[in-house]
């Protein structure tokens, strides 16, 4: 089959999250037919809250998690509704729901559900559908007339399908596998020890002595959150020197302790900081981050990832010497995310099309070159390279697909919410000073151009 843009593929989809739903909604609108294969019951991905952790496993040290989100149960969106939603399908206030500016996870993942519902994108998605193993067909020159091997288990199933596809979509989030320090004394202390991506409710640490490691969104939510009930929680940081919104919050709480760095942990249940202090504790929860991971993709070396780059890519979505039949979606992070997956998954399908081209192997490998090395010049560590936090590229990358770059009014309400945040951190999703912007948000086509239906979903 042959559309009227070009050459369709039969494409998969590996993820039913914020970035695969928007992947298969833009490859199907290009023409092509696409799959995706979900591992849980439902859509949304990270947002998909799952009460029931792997107690088993609390540090996330498995090759495949039981569990894929991270979610816990009481987080709300750090920014405002307004600024989330795709381009086509704002982020509305629905009556009888959670009407705050910045909701609950819950309502994060009604209005995926809205969306999968608005675009008709559920006849394309298989639950309960495990990916085991992506790999490439023997055949042809790298990245012309490639084909795809993807092998799947459906949940109880005991046979693994295979079949052949003409590209893969990698769209697998990158907040699931937990990224971990390496502490002295770590395999060998007794006391609990758990990442943040188990982490649910706070009931478990009542009246314990609790060591929080790193001071991220998830450390600053989890100590807010623990100090009503534990005996005594300890902030660990890289770096005393802390936002006035955080020293708000300690100041606040006699039993909440700000400290350096944690440097080991005892036996006898003793974690020393760097600074020489000591605290004998019960748990320690690790709030470190996440690492990428691919367990199922095979491509024989040809992308690695390397201190949690993942490489070589050009623009973060393509690797050269297999574009355009393997891509990733969603690994850029610290950026406004739905329209910048938006972006990404339009480029992708017109690529798949051949309504746009992609630059020659050897400008795509020297493009790849000059970041890493602007990268390293900027100071940024190589664990850093997605992180990019920079209106300015979203724009750029806009344009490799003919997308709108984002509206002025979304970068300022982006703004506004993280400066507030870092004043009034345990406020600023229910008290903020920007209406004039708002007011501008809401009058703009973005909010304006769907009808009623929309609403009444």
Known sequence: ??????????????????????????????????????????IGGQWLYEPHVDIEDPLGRNKFLNVHSSIYDSLRIASPREIMGYTDFPFLVKKGRDMRRFPGHKELWLYLKDFCEWFGLKEMIRFNTRVEYVGMLDYGEFGKDLKWVVKSKEKNAEKVVEE????????????????????????AWKRKQMHSHIYRVPEPFRDEVVVIVGNSQSGQDISMEIVDVAKEVYLSARSLDVTEGLSKVISKHQNLHLHPQMESLHEDGRVQFEDGSCVTADTVIYCTGYSYTFPFLDTKGIVVVDDNRVGPLFEHTFPPSLAPSLSFIGIPRKLIGFPFFESQAKWIAEVLSGKKSLPSW?????????????????????????????????????DYSGSPHLEEWRKQLCIS?????????????????????????????????????????
């Open 1 to 42: 089959m042959v559309s009227d843009r070009g050459q369709s593929k039969n494409v998969c989809v590996i993820g039913a999250g914020p970035s695969g739903l928007v992947a298969a909604r833009e490859l199907r609108k290009e023409g092509h037919t696409a799959v995706v294969l979900e591992q849980n019951h439902d």
């Open 362 to 398: 050897d400008d795509m490998m020297q493009s790849i070159k000059e970041f890493y090395h602007s990268r390293e010049l900027a100071g940024i560590p190589k664990r850093n390279t997605h992180d990019l936090a920079d209106f300015e590229y979203c724009d750029k990358y806009a």
């Open 164 to 187: 052949v596809f003409d590209a893969v979509v990698v769209a697998t989030g990158h907040y699931s596998q937990p990224r971990l320090p390496c502490i002295k004394g770590m395999d």
């Open 417 to 457: 919410a993280l400066v507030n945040s870092f004043s009034n951190l345990e406020t600023y999703r229910d008290l903020y000073d920007d209406h004039e912007l708002l007011q501008e948000a809401l009058q703009s086509p973005h909010f304006t151009q769907l009808g009623d239906d929309a609403l009444a979903l």
